[in-house]
């Protein structure tokens, strides 16, 4: 299963990725982290859709290796979250506005997700684990 957890830069998809992994045992990949290793730090549009691709391939390998994949990143308009392709999306609407303008003005707030995160708190990871172990 692929996880996607999305949001403005600062909004908390490191911070509630971090405590979700362990609790679904799954592995985690974030963004900056698979740039720094991709050497990438474009963030033109067309970088923006390598970098979803890029995280699709390293989401799909674990996939079918049998492993919940966890993948952090702004994922910021409807062609990256489409080529990405979650089996679960988790947005993290915490923030009106990244620190970032061009993120900003990219940004397109996505029309269908499964949890729709509004607030930090310290149990959003144990109740999001909860219902996708459930399911």
Request: aromatic share 10%; charged share 30%.
């Amino acid at each position: 299963m692929k996880i996607l957890v999305m949001g403005l830069p600062g909004s908390g998809k490191t911070y509630l990725s971090e405590r979700l992994a362990p609790l679904l045992q799954a592995a985690w990949y974030n963004a900056d982290k698979v740039r720094e290793m991709a050497n990438d730090w474009d963030f033109s549009e067309t970088a923006r859709i390598r970098q979803a691709n890029r995280m699709r391939c390293i989401a799909d390998f674990e996939k079918q290796n049998g492993r919940l994949v966890i993948c952090d990143f702004v994922c910021p308009t409807k062609e990256t979250r489409e080529k990405f392709d979650a089996d679960i999306i988790i947005w993290m609407d915490t923030i009106g506005a990244g620190r970032f303008e061009d993120t900003n003005r990219l940004f397109q707030e996505p029309k269908n997700v499964d949890f729709h995160i509004t607030e930090w708190n310290q149990t959003n990871h144990k109740t999001i684990a909860e219902k996708i172990l459930r399911s």
